[in-house]
């Protein structure tokens, strides 16, 4: 693979002034069998932003936030988040997985799937209460899903899912917010009402870091932008990282003409 | 029915063999949400080689001894299936098919060629199970019920059988909530600090347990009738996981007093003078509790079965 360097650093003096860090990555290495998914990556994502991870299918973005999260043994590598091991930092960390990776089949309301983002606050034994139902149809409502509170979840749209999904992460009260293809396949309407909901929590003081895969939506989403392609490629502000010639240089290919030069 | 009959001969299979379908149904709720009905098959088999290794190597047939032979077994195969799929290679499945296979071949073998037979086990018990054997002598009738002298003389399966079910329910009950989350969406589950690994391992264990319980009621092949049909058939008639568990107990319980009653009665109500096998009588009316619930449920799965 190409050798890259992390290029938008050092072109610009307002880089050299890097925001606080609410996540820090160092040498992280993730190899699924003997190829390496994500190799050698260190990175910092700022506090109170939004951060688009991007690169192309198979640059180990879902794997880079699970590695993160602790869900995949990684060969080697060190997380940091609010300045504290991972371990210490999980209970403020809200982690939003790919709707596709669960069985919508379980047999569970949409109440259910919220309220078990109340978890650490209940405990394992903890039992539901009417504040536990009032929080999680807040949560709900907040995603515009509260008339769903109620409804089978595997009579849900995809849209709808994803919508549940975000007011499960909304319960957990967390500072940092880890998502994964937010966006993917779901409605337009949907795709509104996460963008304001996580554009609510930004203005809150929270991060977020997103996956993503739509370039066309990545300077109206977001404050900041990751290039993966198993190797960091860059990092940085919308404005001085996502150019064509970085976006180009992590995807390997020709790009559409919409994004600046 | 002064129970001078039923007492001693009927109503001591007919409660092992409820707490025994309690047993499994339990875990079961699980092992078909995480579409893992296979690994309840694979403990029901498992168990065999462990339960007679541990009759040969004490010469004892206590519940408890032969318990513990079990749980190594299941032990041991979990490490061999996990061991199988990382140096072979092969999908789980298939190696979840090896080890069982194998360990209830050797089972059988060492059955057959240790005296064994001759004692308390045989082939024939291993696989269909043995609840008819499993009587009262002491009873006199219902009275018996009340008499501690004669409650001594119950079949020792009996408060074994009682220990394990309890002990089963009471862990699920406990363990609840994070066992629906972490089966529900692993990753999320893990990211709360669940651990997953230990709640996974603890289900193989629980289902071993309960296989176990089921091995000396129906035998090692209708165990999984019990591990599954209760908790798919009641699947099939609720959205809720809480509701879910509740029904499948229900019809374990169902199932397992009508499959014995059945079983001792049936013939000879219709003029037939045998009886039949009681396990094969409770699996059966497992099974068509199943049919009945996939033809008539309002909420059919176009995939049917899940598991």
Redesign the interface.
């Known amino acids: 693979m190409t050798d890259v360097t992390p290029l938008a650093r050092s072109t610009t003096p307002a880089e050299f002034a890097a925001p606080e860090a609410v996540l820090t990555l160092t040498g992280m290495t993730v190899a699924y069998a003997a190829a390496p998914a994500i190799e050698d990556v260190t990175a910092r994502f700022a506090k109170g932003a939004m951060t688009a991870i991007i690169g192309p299918n198979g640059a180990g973005k879902s794997t880079l936030l699970?590695a993160t999260?602790?869900?995949l043994p990684t060969v080697s590598g060190k997380v940091e988040a609010f300045g504290l091991p991972l371990a210490r930092a999980?209970?403020r960390?809200?982690?939003v997985?790919q709707r596709a990776?669960?069985?919508w089949?379980?047999?569970?309301?949409v109440l259910?799937?919220v309220l078990?983002g109340l978890?650490?606050q209940?405990g394992?034994?903890?039992r539901i209460g009417k504040a536990e139902t009032a929080r999680a149809t807040e949560c709900l409502s907040r995603v515009g899903m509260e008339a769903f509170a109620d409804r089978?979840i595997?009579a849900l749209s995809g849209g709808q899912q994803q919508r549940v999904f975000l007011a499960?992460a909304l319960a957990q009260g967390a500072d940092l917010y880890l998502l994964d293809e937010p966006f993917a396949g779901v409605d337009a309407a949907t795709e509104s009402a996460i963008i304001t909901v996580l554009k609510s929590l930004r203005d809150e003081g929270r991060s977020i870091i997103a996956v993503h895969h739509d370039l066309a939506t990545v300077p109206a989403y977001f404050d900041r932008v990751l290039l993966l392609n198993r190797r960091l490629v860059a990092e940085g502000t919308v404005a001085t990282t996502f150019r064509q010639a970085l976006v180009a240089q992590t995807y390997g290919a020709a790009l559409p003409g919409t994004i600046p030069a | 029915m002064d129970g001078s009959e039923f007492v001693p001969l009927t109503l001591p299979p007919m409660v092992i063999a409820l707490l025994a379908a309690l047993s499994c149904a339990g875990p079961g709720n699980f092992l078909i949400l995480r579409r893992q009905a296979m690994l309840g098959d694979a403990m029901s088999h498992v168990v065999l080689p462990g339960i007679v290794a541990a009759f040969l190597l004490s010469g004892s047939a206590s519940p408890p001894i032969l318990l513990a032979g079990a749980l190594a077994a299941a032990a041991l195969s979990a490490a061999l299936i996990e061991a199988i799929r990382r140096l072979g290679g092969t999908d789980p499945g298939a190696a979840m098919g090896i080890t069982f296979t194998a360990m209830f071949a050797a089972g059988v073998l060492m059955l057959e060629l240790s005296g064994a037979a001759s004692v308390h086990l045989d082939v024939e018990h291993a696989l269909y199970g043995n609840l008819e054997g499993l009587i009262w002598l002491d009873a006199t009738g219902w009275a018996s019920l009340l008499d501690i002298a004669a409650l001594g003389g119950l079949p020792p399966e009996l408060p074994a059988l009682a220990l394990v079910a309890g002990l089963i329910l009471a862990t699920l009950r406990i363990f609840h909530r994070p066992l629906a989350i972490a089966t529900f969406d692993e990753g999320f589950a893990t990211s709360l600090g669940i651990p997953t690994r230990l709640l996974s391992a603890g289900l193989v264990a629980l289902t071993a347990l309960a296989a176990v319980a089921a091995f000396s009621a129906v035998g090692s092949i209708l165990t999984i009738a019990m591990l599954i049909c209760p908790p798919a058939t009641a699947r099939l008639l609720t959205d809720d996981l809480g509701r879910q568990i509740r029904l499948s107990l229900g019809l374990a319980a169902l199932a397992a007093v009508a499959g014995t009653v059945a079983a001792g009665y049936l013939p000879l109500f219709l003029g037939l003078s045998f009886t039949v096998s009681a396990s094969g009588m409770i699996a059966t009316v497992s099974g068509l509790g199943l049919a009945l619930a996939a033809t008539l449920s309002p909420r059919r799965h176009g995939h049917g079965q899940r598991g």
């Not at chain 1, 089949?105 to 309301?109: E, K, N």
């Open positions: 699970k999260l602790g869900l999980l209970p960390i809200a982690y997985p990776s669960v069985d089949d379980f047999p569970a309301r259910d799937v078990m978890y650490r209940t394992a034994l903890g089978q595997g499960r």
